[in-house]
């Protein structure tokens, strides 16, 4: 799967290394058939301005992505992320998004967390 990261943002160096393994880790174990990953760091007015376009919500959010078939894009706000770990958790969540992961019950949300939370301890 061919990865690119884009830096939208005055945002510190980014850990492109560990993205790039986290995806293809989590793209092996859930058995994901995309040929493109997309992450795009940007800023909040960047993330609100498509979650008013796509979702109706006139708010900031802090990850938004996309299964547009054979390519997946992530969208996260940096400001929501702290630190690498922050970050690195956003972008994994997402994942899981385009891979059909919801969190509309404290159940899925807990596994969710649960998945990202494992990912970013063990690759």
């Known amino acids: 799967m061919k990865i690119s990261i884009f830096k939208l943002t005055r945002s510190p160096r ?3 290394l560990r993205i790039r393994r986290l ?3 989590a793209a092996r174990r859930e058995k994901a058939r ?3 990953a997309n992450v795009v760091i940007a800023g909040n007015r960047y993330l609100r301005d498509l979650n008013r376009i796509y979702f109706h919500k006139d708010r900031p959010t802090n990850v938004i ?3 547009l078939g054979s390519v997946c894009e992530i969208y996260v706000a940096q400001s929501f992320a702290y630190d690498e770990y922050d ?3 956003y972008i994994m969540h997402g994942f899981l998004h385009t891979l ?3 969190h509309r019950r404290t159940a899925e949300r807990v ?3 649960k998945k990202c939370h494992d990912y970013l301890t063990h690759v």
């Open 23 to 25: 995806i293809e880790a």
């Open 87 to 89: 970050l690195c958790f």
């Open 111 to 113: 596994c969710m967390d």
């Open 65 to 67: 992505a996309f299964n």
């Open 100 to 102: 059909g992961y919801e």
């Open 14 to 16: 980014l850990p492109r």
């Open 34 to 36: 995309f040929r493109e």
